[in-house]
């Protein structure tokens, strides 16, 4: 039993300074083995037969010429739209949505270590207003290429329609919602290419993430056309601002449709994709969407209407060099998309696909009800089923409490109280090891030149005290799954941006900026190893001391809700521990 406990620590151990060392290795840049790989630089690939070269999506049923330049962008105008959430800009090429910045959304910045003690004395705590930077989820500038497209192609391939490269018409009007208005109208009217005109009409509506897109067809042409729209998210590899080097979450496409339901698609997986591959993920579907997952945010194309008919749709994946228009320099991007046919026009008649445009924070309750599936880009990997429960259980004592680092606390109190009598068997168990350990240490030290003899005593020992060895470990096995499951709760629900706990936490997702809550939980753990049983071994019972101070580091750039909940779990794990031990006698032992 000796060694089996001697071996299961060395086995944590180990784990523990791999994780490091991968830690330590993305924070210097270096891929992680269990995150993917930062984008190489695209070459330039093949384009799509009929979507426009500078598309950067690739129709995965057809055979695309050779590689093509990416050719400069024609000047255009731009116009900027003001909601009650977001701030939006739109290019007259191709009516191009280039930037949505999320004005409830601030972006996180780095803190100096008195900002947050100035702000917590200062009026209200408020940052100065020119302080304040928001989320730009879409930005089209020098830093970063992120927009959405749509566009007409011949069903019969070609680019003789109007696309996203089409310079198109600024219709005027209103560019800020005003106060009594609930929505906001932006229309683009094309030329006439191909004997066709587009009219792109964008409503943005007060309170709400979700962009209306209306594409009017108007056959202006002698003879009948049958184009096919598409609908393309194209952004570049590069992280997103703000993301952590310690902890790993996924930034890169996604498709859902009913049959193969949620796909993410990593950046590497089209990077490797040959031209003439298949794609690894849903072509052909008729119903579903498509969308640019990150940390805490999304875009997403939806189409589909709950009592409409069902839409056939082509989804696409592609990599490509494009020029970006703010620096007129190559950018490596990746794209994400539908073809949706749209059947015939006749002559002189018009033809409207109405399609939405979701951008914005992964807030779980509002996603499930736009769309099927929209609500799994909040990502819990394979710990979902216990991770959802966990977080309408938040919620709801969120709902009471009116604080998330009180629910956060309320949460961890449920589950200590559901597990009580289980931590009250390994807390037994383990005060049972601690008061023999006296004896054990006598034995050992006598038998220490005759090995198996020892086993054989200390097993004695063991059955004579009714101790199980491993009797301490299994119920805190059972109950991992659910405080991992809590761990990735809290680290990708977005409500926790910006939310305050108490006096100096300021943000439940940004790191502890005076490190108090980290120190705390170091302290906690350490606690809890003086409670535990000292191993007999010198070698474990050094390792028991180390183990907590290794694990530590880490959490001292964690966000500090996540370091709040492993304190909380501390103190209450002491708590019931130091009630046991001093019940059974062996408290300081």
Request: proline share 8%; with cysteine.
């Amino acid at each position: 039993m000796t060694d089996m406990r001697r071996t299961l620590l060395w086995v944590v151990f180990s784990m523990s300074l791999f994780l490091i060392w991968d830690a330590w290795n993305k924070h210097n840049g270096q891929p992680s083995l269990f995150s993917p790989a930062p984008a190489k630089v695209a070459a330039a690939g093949s384009a799509p037969a009929g979507l426009p070269k500078a598309a950067g999506a690739v129709a995965p049923a057809t055979t695309a010429p050779g590689a093509v330049p990416a050719t400069a962008p024609v000047v255009s105008e731009q116009v900027t739209i003001t909601t009650d959430l977001v701030k939006a800009t739109l290019r007259s090429e191709g009516g191009t949505l280039s930037r949505v910045e999320l004005l409830k959304e601030p972006e996180h910045v780095e803190k100096q270590w008195y900002e947050p003690l100035v702000a917590l004395f200062s009026s209200g705590g408020a940052k100065p207003a020119a302080d304040v930077r928001n989320v730009a989820l879409l930005d089209e500038s020098p830093e970063r290429l992120y927009v959405a497209q749509t566009g007409l192609i011949p069903s019969a391939g070609g680019t003789g329609l109007p696309n996203h490269h089409t310079v198109m018409t600024l219709v005027p009007g209103e560019r800020t919602l005003k106060a009594g208005e609930n929505a906001l109208q932006v229309k683009f009217e094309s030329p006439v290419v191909g004997g066709v005109k587009l009219v792109k009409t964008y409503t943005f509506k007060r309170g709400d993430y979700v962009i209306d897109v209306r594409n009017e067809i108007v056959n202006e042409s002698s003879a009948p056309v049958t184009p096919r729209l598409y609908l393309q998210l194209v952004r570049d590899g590069i992280a997103p601002p703000g993301e952590s080097s310690v902890y790993s979450t996924f930034t890169g496409p996604a498709i859902y449709d009913d049959v193969a339901k949620f796909h993410k698609i990593e950046f590497k997986a089209i990077e490797k994709r040959a031209p003439e591959d298949k794609p690894d993920h849903s072509v052909n579907a008729d119903n579903g969407w498509v969308a640019m997952v990150q940390h805490y945010f999304a875009s997403a194309w939806l189409i589909d209407k709950a009592d409409g008919p069902k839409q056939p749709r082509e989804y696409f994946t592609d990599k490509r060099d494009v020029i970006n228009p703010a620096t007129n320099a190559t950018a490596h991007v990746y794209s994400v998309g539908m073809f949706v046919p749209l059947g015939e026009v006749a002559p002189g008649a018009t033809k409207t696909f109405d399609a939405r445009l979701f951008v914005g924070p992964q807030e779980e309750t509002k996603l499930a009800t736009l769309a099927p599936g929209l609500e799994l880009v909040k990502d819990y990997g394979i710990f979902k089923m216990l991770a959802e429960p966990l977080f309408w259980l938040l919620t709801q004592l969120h709902k009471f409490l009116g604080n998330w680092g009180w629910s956060i606390v309320g949460l961890v109190v449920l589950l200590k109280i559901a597990f009580y009598w289980l931590n009250a068997k390994a807390y037994g168990s383990m005060a049972k090891m601690k008061a023999v350990n006296p004896k054990i240490t006598e034995m050992r030290e006598r038998l220490k030149d005759k090995p198996q003899q020892m086993q054989q005593e200390m097993m004695r020992i063991y059955r004579e005290e009714k101790i199980n060895p491993l009797g301490g470990c299994l119920p805190i096995f059972v109950q991992m799954p659910f405080f991992i499951s809590l761990y990735w709760v809290l680290l990708s629900t977005v409500e926790m941006r910006g939310a305050p706990w108490i006096g100096w936490i300021t943000d439940l997702s940004a790191k502890d900026p005076y490190f108090i809550l980290p120190i705390l939980m170091t302290l906690t753990s350490l606690l809890q190893t003086w409670l535990n049983p000292t191993p007999p071994d010198p070698v474990q019972a050094k390792m028991m001391w180390f183990m907590p101070l290794i694990f530590s580091v880490m959490f001292f750039v964690f966000p500090s809700g996540l370091v709040l909940y492993w304190l909380t779990n501390n103190i209450l794990s002491i708590a019931q521990q130091y009630v046991i031990n001093k019940r059974l006698g062996v408290l300081g032992k």
